[in-house]
């Protein structure tokens, strides 16, 4: 049981490029989070999706995009990358019912140029 | 919509004494709050979490927290710190009532341990 993955865990870009980050969970939770974490400011979220099939824009969604391609998976997608998204990136996961703690992936760290 | 505060962005303490770190929240409707750490270069762990219930709460690694609803407040303690302490951690909450999907983090205190 490796609860949930993110991969990659260090990417460099340069201004402009772009890139998927892929997050995955296999404790069969129904709702996935995108969250970036810059210093003193914690934790903010980008995205997220409830459910498989639904996805919701979150504190700070502008300069990205997201999948859910089934329940367990959920990607995060720069198509232009700026300097101002050099950020840790986490993902979480949690059971919806009547759970509302999170799990968090082990980050990555971006670097954009 | 709810909010969380953390007062003190850094609190260093000597290894053995007490650990306290400050969270105040708001809220309009009975919250949920959770307490998470995060070690160095990792993803965030909870360390302990309140429904409903009893408002002392008993954490992980010795970790405990009390909900006071008259002061909107849900610290974090910790009687002896020990050098395996260091971290940061992160305060939230979240309003099930008002449907609410998102989990709402503060901002964050770093904890030193000083040997």
């Known amino acids: 049981n490796a609860g949930v993955t993110q991969t990659p865990k260090f990417q460099v870009l340069k201004t402009g490029q772009s890139m998927t980050l892929q997050c995955a969970q296999d404790?069969?939770?129904?709702?996935m989070y995108w969250y970036r974490q810059d210093p003193g400011m914690g934790l903010r979220l980008i995205y997220y999706?409830?459910?498989?099939?639904?996805?919701d824009k979150g504190e700070v969604p502008n300069g990205y995009n997201v999948s859910r391609l089934n329940k367990r998976e959920f990607s995060l997608r720069l198509e232009s990358a700026a300097p101002s998204q050099t950020s840790v990136y986490f993902c979480?996961?949690?059971?919806?019912?009547?759970?509302?703690?999170?799990?968090f992936g082990p980050g990555t760290r971006l670097t954009v140029t | 919509a709810q909010s969380v505060t953390q007062l003190g962005s850094h609190v260093s303490v000597s290894e053995g004494a007490l650990v306290l770190l400050r969270c105040n929240y708001s809220?309009?409707?009975?919250?949920?709050l959770f307490w998470y750490v995060q070690y160095p270069n990792q993803g965030l762990q909870l360390l302990l979490k309140?429904?409903?219930?009893?408002?002392l709460v008993k954490g992980i690694n010795g970790f405990e927290a009390e909900f006071k609803k008259s002061e909107t407040s849900f610290h974090l303690t910790k009687p002896s710190a020990h050098m395996s302490d260091a971290a940061e951690y992160f305060c939230?909450?979240?309003?099930?009532?008002?449907?609410?999907?998102?989990?709402?983090f503060g901002q964050g205190t770093r904890l030193t341990i000083n040997p």
């Open positions: 809220s309009s409707v009975p919250p949920y």
């Open positions: 979480a996961s949690r059971r919806q019912i009547w759970s509302y703690e999170q799990y």
């Open positions: 309140y429904t409903t219930g009893a408002t």
């Open positions: 404790m069969n939770h129904n709702s």
């Open positions: 939230a909450v979240i309003a099930p009532l008002q449907g609410a999907q998102k989990l709402v």
């Open positions: 999706s409830a459910s498989e099939g639904t996805t």
